[in-house]
């Protein structure tokens, strides 16, 4: 409340009296009092200014923020400069989301106040200017700041946090290392520091700063979730399930705090025991959520990608994964109603493609320099533009780079949805798609909720993840005819499509490049053979491990190469599995850094053999070690995910391809090709000859084509059915 030093002693009486009584009942937080007070002395000579000022600031304080601006308004003319009067109306704007008024209004009080309650004025001009997505300006404002209070800790940490924010994740420490000169002992530059950590993808040190923010404040919500977080991360998933049991004990409301704690999966299984350990985990944590009806869903509780590590046991997760998508169905109804309420009118939608051009949206969170754009960025040029327009489309939050903008640009539209998901849904809805097709459902968590509302009415999903996502709204999957075998539609949620072909994608080979490069570029042995397994770690099931062991048993002249996870540590977790499972193939592991993809290419080029992982293999990688030739030994499964190595040999034609029927055999291919050189080079040379079959697959983007109008004729052929018998 302002103050009365300006009130000559002569009227200090009853209006005093009253007004310090209404100041008592303002700290006490009993504004109402304070009001009743404050009521009384509105048409005060002395007090009226004042009492309507702070009429406003108890209405603010209350949670009634229209309200209060009338009243600080009133205060207002009567004096336009009275800054407490001022200051409260800032709040109550930046309450009532008014941000270009709030914008103005910061700009205009800068600099006319005391050194703390100006600290509020940039604070809340700042928060403004990010709510308006006007990061660069908040970042220039917050300098501004910090030009007039360079010992301000809040102008550090919020200058950290936009540099970081925007990428520049060196300056934003730099930017912590001063907050940390100016208070050494801060929970806050502690928990700073940890996200900053997180996105520079150095979770040991993240670890270690949430656990020093931790004990500043050991009952803190949001600590304990972002140790979960990193801990999981990392593949410390016991762990990680503990610390999200601390937060499900915090918020025992909450159902996605209680299935992080219960389907945490391992991302380096330390064994196949474990697997199973942690799938019982799994089945017994849905079926404790499942039969408790008080638990509730909120998007802003931050989930781990639940389902994300089932692909890579070798089980058949059907059932499983349409189980855990009902749940979340059921989970989310409130604010699936929510999201209806506000239908787009037919007047605002546009209408669809019409009889000739169809309207298509890919829709990602990973259209950006990822393996995801690798696999769709063929079939998004190449589609026909006199039969398709072409919606790119950007979950909030995605990342922005030159692939993402050269991407953008082969598009008819481009659309960058809100973290809203009312918002999103009225904005896919407004474009009249024909067709939705959701290239990479199951990689982050909450990406069920656009499907489940269907705001196309033709819903499609594809081999960016290579199996189904689970969820009934999705009508199809697109997949090859030679790529899935007998019955594999009894794997699918989704109506299977088998295209013609062996492989479900246009893969370009313009822009690959090979620069060869000398073994000894990469510090590998001159003299051995190198057998190389350069997919991501946490494909590897511990099934294969046996294979290595066997494999280095046979061929003690093989050393094997194997790319590091861009996290050390489940990196260490992995070798350490190899020294108890495969000690033998582990004595001659060599590790390499992760890489940019022309060293890749140079990689490949320099192994002599490359191993497919069983159960989970190859699907880019297949594309890139064709480029430059190097033979691929595999084992062909019973399903998408293992047939792409074997799928993509009779693509082309190669005869006696090293396709193994059983682990037995898995192991004397690599063996003979270990120890036949002539064979390696004669298969290297035929997979060079012939690997223009699997690029630029021209008939592949044709019958994707015709899969798609055939797909809105029978949906329009339905509707209109249904509206004639109504």
Same mark, same amino acid.
């Given at each position: 409340?302002?103050?009365?030093?300006?009130?000559?002693?002569?009227?200090?009486?009853?209006?005093?009296?009253?007004?310090?009584?209404?100041?008592?009942?303002?700290?006490?937080?009993?504004?109402?009092?304070?009001?009743?007070?404050?009521?009384?002395?509105?048409?005060?000579?002395?007090?009226?200014?004042?009492?309507?000022?702070?009429?406003?600031?108890?209405?603010?304080?209350?949670?009634?923020?229209?309200?209060?601006?009338?009243?600080?308004?009133?205060?207002?003319?009567?004096?336009?400069?009275?800054?407490?009067?001022?200051?409260?109306?800032?709040?109550?704007?930046?309450?009532?989301?008014?941000?270009?008024?709030?914008?103005?209004?910061?700009?205009?009080?800068?600099?006319?106040?005391?050194?703390?309650?100006?600290?509020?004025?940039?604070?809340?001009? @700042?928060? $403004? %200017?990010?709510?308006?997505? *006007?990061?660069?300006? +908040?970042? !220039?404002? &917050?300098?501004?700041? #910090? /030009?007039?209070?360079?010992?301000?800790?809040?102008?550090?940490?919020?200058?950290?946090?936009?540099?970081?924010?925007?990428?520049?994740?060196?300056?934003? @420490?730099? $930017? %912590?290392?001063?907050?940390? *000169?100016?208070?050494? +002992?801060? !929970?806050? &530059?502690?928990?700073? #520091? /940890?996200?900053?950590?997180?996105?520079?993808?150095?979770?040991?040190?993240?670890?270690?700063?949430?656990?020093?923010?931790?004990?500043?404040?050991?009952?803190?919500?949001?600590?304990?979730?972002?140790?979960?977080?990193?801990?999981?991360?990392?593949?410390?998933?016991?762990?990680?399930?503990?610390?999200?049991?601390?937060?499900?004990?915090?918020?025992?409301?909450?159902?996605?705090?209680?299935?992080?704690?219960?389907?945490?999966?391992?991302?380096?299984?330390?064994?196949?025991e474990e697997i199973e350990e942690a799938r019982t985990r799994f089945i017994n944590g849905l079926s404790l959520v499942e039969s408790s009806p008080e638990l509730q869903l909120d998007v802003g509780d931050e989930a781990i990608p639940h389902t994300f590590e089932l692909a890579y046991h070798n089980q058949n997760d059907r059932k499983l994964l349409e189980r855990y998508m009902d749940l979340m169905r059921r989970l989310c109804e409130p604010l699936l109603q929510e999201v209806r309420q506000n239908q787009v009118?037919?007047?605002?939608?546009?209408?669809?493609?019409?009889?000739?051009?169809?309207?298509?949206?890919?829709?990602?969170?990973?259209?950006?320099?990822?393996?995801?754009?690798?696999?769709?960025?063929?079939?998004?040029?190449?589609?026909?533009?006199?039969?398709?327009?072409?919606?790119?489309?950007?979950?909030?939050?995605?990342?922005?780079?030159?692939?993402?903008?050269?991407?953008?640009?082969?598009?008819?539209?481009?659309?960058?949805?809100?973290?809203?998901?009312?918002?999103?849904?009225?904005?896919?809805?407004?474009?009249?798609?024909?067709?939705?097709?959701?290239?990479?459902?199951?990689?982050?968590?909450?990406?069920?909720?656009?499907?489940?509302?269907?705001?196309?009415?033709?819903?499609?999903?594809?081999?960016?993840?290579?199996?189904?996502?689970?969820?009934?709204?999705?009508?199809?999957?697109?997949?090859?005819?030679?790529?899935?075998?007998?019955?594999?539609?009894?794997?699918?949620?989704?109506?299977?499509?088998?295209?013609?072909?062996?492989?479900?994608?246009?893969?370009?080979?313009?822009?690959?490049?090979?620069?060869?490069?000398?073994?000894?570029?990469?510090?590998?042995?001159?003299?051995?053979?190198?057998?190389?397994?350069?997919?991501?770690?946490?494909?590897?099931?511990?099934?294969?491990?046996?294979?290595?062991?066997?494999?280095?048993?046979?061929?003690?002249?093989?050393?094997?190469?194997?790319?590091?996870?861009?996290?050390?540590?489940?990196?260490?977790?992995?070798?350490?599995?190899?020294?108890?499972?495969?000690?033998?193939?582990?004595?001659?592991?060599?590790?390499?850094?992760?890489?940019?993809?022309?060293?890749?290419?140079?990689?490949?080029?320099?192994?002599?053999?490359?191993?497919?992982?069983?159960?989970?293999?190859?699907?880019?990688?297949?594309?890139?070690?064709?480029?430059?030739?190097?033979?691929?030994?595999?084992?062909?499964?019973?399903?998408?995910?293992?047939?792409?190595?074997?799928?993509?040999?009779?693509?082309?034609?190669?005869?006696?391809?090293?396709?193994?029927?059983?682990?037995?055999?898995?192991?004397?291919?690599?063996?003979?090709?270990?120890?036949?050189?002539?064979?390696?080079?004669?298969?290297?040379?035929?997979?060079?000859?012939?690997?223009?079959?699997?690029?630029?697959?021209?008939?592949?983007?044709?019958?994707?084509?015709?899969?798609?109008?055939?797909?809105?004729?029978?949906?329009?052929?339905?509707?209109?059915?249904?509206?004639?018998?109504?």
């Amino acid at each position: 409340m302002a103050d009365d030093t300006s009130s000559p002693p002569e009227d200090r009486s009853e209006g005093m009296r009253l007004y310090l009584q209404a100041k008592d009942h303002f700290e006490a937080a009993r504004y109402q009092d304070a009001i009743r007070c404050l009521a009384v002395l509105r048409s005060d000579v002395i007090y009226g200014l004042k009492a309507n000022a702070n009429i406003g600031s108890c209405l603010l304080m209350m949670g009634l923020p229209r309200p209060s601006l009338r009243f600080l308004d009133r205060a207002l003319r009567q004096d336009p400069e009275f800054l407490p009067a001022l200051l409260s109306k800032l709040k109550a704007l930046s309450v009532e989301r008014c941000h270009e008024e709030v914008v103005e209004l910061a700009e205009k009080l800068v600099g006319n106040w005391p050194h703390e309650e100006e600290e509020e004025v940039w604070r809340l001009w @700042v928060a $403004s %200017l990010r709510a308006t997505n *006007r990061e660069e300006r +908040a970042l !220039e404002v &917050v300098r501004h700041w #910090l /030009s007039r209070l360079p010992l301000s800790l809040e102008g550090h940490l919020l200058e950290a946090e936009l540099l970081s924010e925007q990428g520049d994740n060196e300056q934003a @420490v730099s $930017s %912590l290392a001063k907050a940390f *000169r100016i208070a050494p +002992a801060s !929970e806050k &530059v502690y928990a700073h #520091l /940890s996200v900053v950590m997180i996105r520079m993808r150095r979770h040991e040190a993240a670890l270690q700063y949430v656990d020093k923010a931790l004990e500043f404040d050991p009952d803190s919500f949001v600590y304990h979730c972002r140790r979960g977080k990193v801990l999981h991360l990392t593949g410390d998933w016991k762990a990680a399930a503990t610390s999200y049991g601390k937060v499900a004990s915090m918020r025992p409301n909450s159902a996605i705090h209680l299935l992080n704690q219960h389907l945490m999966l391992p991302g380096i299984p330390a064994s196949r025991e474990e697997i199973e350990e942690a799938r019982t985990r799994f089945i017994n944590g849905l079926s404790l959520v499942e039969s408790s009806p008080e638990l509730q869903l909120d998007v802003g509780d931050e989930a781990i990608p639940h389902t994300f590590e089932l692909a890579y046991h070798n089980q058949n997760d059907r059932k499983l994964l349409e189980r855990y998508m009902d749940l979340m169905r059921r989970l989310c109804e409130p604010l699936l109603q929510e999201v209806r309420q506000n239908q787009v009118s037919a007047k605002q939608a546009k209408p669809g493609g019409g009889e000739n051009r169809l309207r298509i949206g890919f829709l990602s969170r990973n259209f950006y320099g990822h393996s995801n754009t690798i696999a769709f960025s063929g079939l998004i040029r190449h589609l026909d533009r006199k039969r398709f327009e072409v919606v790119i489309i950007h979950l909030a939050h995605s990342r922005h780079d030159d692939v993402r903008d050269s991407l953008n640009a082969i598009c008819e539209k481009v659309i960058n949805l809100s973290s809203s998901y009312v918002d999103a849904y009225q904005t896919l809805v407004s474009e009249g798609l024909d067709i939705l097709f959701f290239t990479d459902l199951g990689m982050t968590s909450y990406e069920f909720i656009l499907p489940f509302l269907c705001p196309a009415p033709i819903q499609i999903t594809g081999w960016g993840i290579p199996h189904t996502s689970g969820i009934r709204e999705i009508d199809y999957y697109i997949s090859a005819a030679e790529l899935e075998p007998r019955g594999a539609e009894d794997q699918y949620t989704e109506t299977l499509i088998r295209l013609p072909g062996g492989l479900p994608c246009h893969f370009e080979d313009e822009g690959l490049t090979l620069t060869p490069l000398p073994r000894e570029y990469f510090f590998l042995p001159p003299g051995d053979t190198l057998v190389g397994c350069l997919q991501a770690l946490h494909k590897l099931h511990p099934d294969f491990d046996l294979l290595l062991e066997k494999i280095a048993q046979e061929n003690p002249g093989v050393a094997f190469v194997f790319v590091e996870d861009s996290i050390p540590s489940r990196t260490r977790l992995f070798l350490e599995r190899l020294s108890r499972t495969a000690p033998s193939a582990r004595e001659r592991c060599i590790p390499l850094a992760f890489m940019g993809r022309a060293e890749y290419h140079a990689l490949c080029n320099c192994l002599d053999l490359l191993l497919d992982p069983i159960y989970y293999g190859s699907g880019i990688t297949f594309f890139e070690a064709c480029f430059v030739g190097t033979p691929i030994v595999t084992l062909e499964g019973s399903n998408l995910r293992s047939r792409v190595v074997a799928c993509g040999y009779r693509e082309m034609g190669i005869d006696d391809p090293p396709i193994a029927a059983n682990e037995a055999e898995y192991v004397r291919l690599v063996s003979e090709l270990c120890n036949n050189s002539e064979r390696r080079i004669r298969l290297k040379a035929e997979i060079l000859a012939n690997n223009h079959r699997v690029f630029n697959r021209m008939d592949y983007i044709r019958s994707f084509e015709a899969f798609c109008f055939q797909a809105v004729n029978t949906s329009r052929q339905k509707q209109s059915g249904g509206s004639q018998e109504q």
